[in-house]
């Protein structure tokens, strides 16, 4: 386990123990963690490979500026692609995979073209794979086959959403200590106000810097 | 020098230091046979067909940007000649056959794709429209089939063709030629071609007036000086009217925003292109994985490069109804470009009669990518040649005048 | 999107309650035009960059047309008309 010690102003709640899947295996998590944090605290530093040479990546960030930590959730009609574990919140049961990886993330066998980049600098494709002229389409279908990240969800929808329609004055994107006083200093002139987050608890940076 | 594998093998074991630049950086000249407005696809292609079949003329292409900036950056990529009348069709078709030979022709790979384009029909009349552009098609030996509903089924098994959504897909054209092709390749492509046969490529150039004395044009005041030239074809797209205004004629066109997105990268599940007029909204993948979405034009005339939230929404909600697998799919990116838009829905490629010496090849409105080989080598030969070429006499500005409106908002398809 | 407001209702609302309904103030040619004159009156437009002045129509509310300037660069609306004040002000 590579958790901290508790801290005095935490967004885990280690009395509420949560249990998810990742990659197959099963591991422990808390209430309030991300899927990312969760996976960084059972020692997990592999989640994804880069998009060229598959090369192993670890997560980075802690929002939703992460480029490695992309996963697939659940299956069916509750299959969600490329959910980037730093901004997905642990709930109990989660089914997780890694979204790269190709076949797999353990096993990528773009690695057999690293010592090959010399010949693939950006846009190499441009320069080649046009001889002979009747291969083109075999070599796309192929080079279709080591892009992309998560596999497509193959089932309709288990979920129905609706709409909401919502008209203020002012709308506020982010919720951290800046939109939180634009959002007030906004209000206090009268106007409607909606402040939005993409995180489950306003705060944003705020939360963890009164940890220090 | 030739791009090939082997060039790659060789500089690739040399440290890939001794790549030329695919085109030079050059300051205009005081004065060019010909000018070229635009540096987008169109006008990088018709710089390019000028420059190989009419040898010896000095040709520039200003560009107020970079190249290929513009809609050639912003579209969603589609490729196909199906349209309905014999004019239109025929010169998309020339088009197309540009393509199939176009990567090989400028020793660039521009990606072209023939995955086939679907133009579905969700009414009886949707149906008989398809009919009868189908009989037209094959009428001018162009590819195209009418394809059932169960037989849609079939071949696109993840798009949802069932009673009981609002607009049931009843049946589609399909032309098995059409596809998609990359759109930056080909603006960077033709810039290349055409500054290895000697076309200047000028970027961070803004024509912003014309010299025209005695009704002759004798040249343009850009950011970087004035520059004398004999002909100047205008291929700004958008920004068409803008042009027209220093010329001092009004264009038949109209400015809108169109609007685009892409979801995140998946791996491949939709291996062809598929449009819905009804429905609004069309769909296919490129190989970078992300669904490359499309929708209608914004109602009102625009430049900002963007448009209004809601169109994106009904255009979700369209393809989400079409492809129910896809309502999980993020969204990644999302943009806008300016099409010019003509009341006949076709283009404009014509000499300017109140000014000699000035072309226009313009209002291709939603449906410019397609025809990009094509448009600039017909308009490369009403310049070269000083009159229209046989495929572009129809779209002669004069057609506002006598009546002679080629009608293809139904084969325009979606964004029309 | 789009606030407009509707001078008829004495209201602003969202963009998908109105049509836009093209150039505005263009003056239709007698009869006896010729082709030339005909035919721009029907197609030929200023179709400016900057400063446009428009018709909208409020297609979901009272229906009736009125003038809009607009920058069409920014968006930003200036000024809504009706048309009466403007032939109101021609006439004067």
């Known amino acids: 386990m590579k958790r901290l010690n508790t801290q005095s102003c935490e967004r885990i709640d280690r009395g509420k123990s949560l249990s998810f899947q990742w990659q197959g295996k099963s591991y422990q998590g808390y209430a309030g963690d991300t899927l990312a944090s969760a996976l960084l605290a059972n020692g997990v530093q592999l989640v994804g490979r880069s998009f060229k040479y598959g090369r192993p990546r670890g997560i980075m960030a802690a929002g939703a500026e992460e480029p490695n930590a992309l996963t697939t959730l659940e299956s069916g009609g509750y299959h969600v692609p490329n959910a980037r574990a730093t901004q997905v919140e642990l709930y109990d049961n989660m089914q997780s995979i890694a979204g790269s990886g190709v076949p797999s993330l353990h096993k990528d066998m773009r690695a057999w073209m690293k010592p090959l980049h010399r010949f693939m600098t950006a846009g190499f494709y441009y320069k080649t794979f046009k001889w002979p002229q009747k291969l083109w389409p075999w070599y796309e279908e192929n080079l279709r086959k080591f892009a992309g990240f998560s596999e497509s969800p193959k089932a309709i929808d288990a979920e129905r959403y609706d709409h909401v329609y919502h008209k203020v004055d002012v709308a506020v994107v982010g919720g951290g200590a800046a939109g939180m006083a634009a959002a007030l200093a906004a209000a206090e002139t009268g106007v409607q106000v909606l402040l939005l987050d993409e995180r489950q608890a306003l705060g944003g940076e705020i939360i963890s810097d009164c940890a220090e | 020098m030739k791009y090939s594998w082997l060039e790659i093998f060789k500089k690739g074991l040399d440290g890939n230091k001794d790549w030329p630049q695919a085109w030079p950086e050059v300051s205009p000249k005081s004065s060019y046979d010909v000018l070229i407005i635009g540096g987008g696809g169109h006008g990088l292609a018709s710089a390019y067909y000028l420059a190989r079949d009419f040898p010896g003329k000095r040709i520039a292409v200003l560009e107020k940007g970079w190249i290929g900036g513009g809609n050639t950056g912003r579209n969603t990529t589609i490729v196909r000649s199906n349209y309905l009348w014999d004019e239109s069709a025929n010169l998309y078709e020339h088009a197309l056959k540009l393509w199939e030979g176009l990567t090989q022709d400028i020793n660039f790979n521009v990606m072209f794709s023939q995955r086939g384009v679907y133009n579905l029909g969700h009414t009886l009349q949707d149906m008989r429209d398809i009919e009868r552009r189908v009989n037209a098609n094959v009428l001018n030996g162009i590819d195209a089939e009418v394809v059932s509903a169960a037989e849609l089924k079939q071949r696109i098994p993840i798009m949802e063709t069932g009673k009981h959504v609002r607009y049931p897909v009843m049946g589609s054209s399909f032309q098995a030629r059409a596809g998609v092709a990359r759109h930056d390749a080909v603006a960077w492509g033709y810039a290349r071609a055409a500054a290895k046969l000697g076309v200047d490529i000028i970027q961070n150039c803004e024509v912003q007036s014309m010299e025209i004395e005695g009704e002759r044009i004798k040249g343009v005041n850009t950011s970087r000086g004035y520059i004398g030239a004999d002909q100047v074809g205008c291929v700004t797209a958008g920004n068409s009217s803008v042009l027209a205004k220093m010329a001092n004629i009004r264009l038949p066109v109209e400015s809108h925003p169109l609007q685009a997105f892409v979801s995140e990268p998946m791996k491949p599940v939709l291996d062809t292109v598929v449009m819905s007029n009804a429905v609004h909204g069309y769909v296919s993948q490129s190989d970078k994985g992300d669904l490359v979405i499309g929708a209608g034009i914004d109602s009102y005339t625009g430049y900002a490069q963007r448009g209004s939230p809601h169109l994106i929404d009904h255009c979700a909600a369209a393809i989400v109804e079409l492809f129910p697998i896809f309502s999980r799919a993020r969204i990644n990116r999302q943009w806008g470009g300016i099409v010019d838009v003509c009341p006949d829905a076709c283009p404009i490629i014509s000499p300017i009669p109140q000014v000699k010496g000035l072309y226009f090849n313009c209002g291709w409105g939603t449906g410019g990518f397609k025809a990009t080989p094509g448009s600039g080598h017909v308009f490369a030969h009403t310049i070269g040649q000083d009159q229209p070429h046989p495929l572009a006499e129809p779209f002669h500005i004069d057609r506002f005048t006598t009546g002679a409106l080629i009608d293809e908002h139904g084969a325009a398809g979606v964004a029309h | ?92």
């Open chain 3, 1 to 92: 999107m789009l606030l407009i407001y509707c001078p008829y209702c004495g209201e602003t609302r969202e963009e998908q309650e109105f049509s836009y309904a093209g150039e505005a103030l263009i003056k239709r040619p007698d009869l006896d035009a010729t082709d030339e004159e005909w035919g721009d009156y029907l197609f030929k437009r200023k179709n400016i960059k900057g400063v446009t002045t428009e018709q909208w129509a409020h297609s979901a509310g009272c229906r009736k047309l009125f003038v809009v300037e607009r920058n069409n660069i920014t968006n930003e609306i200036l000024n809504v008309r009706t048309f009466e004040s403007i032939w109101g002000e021609q006439e004067a």
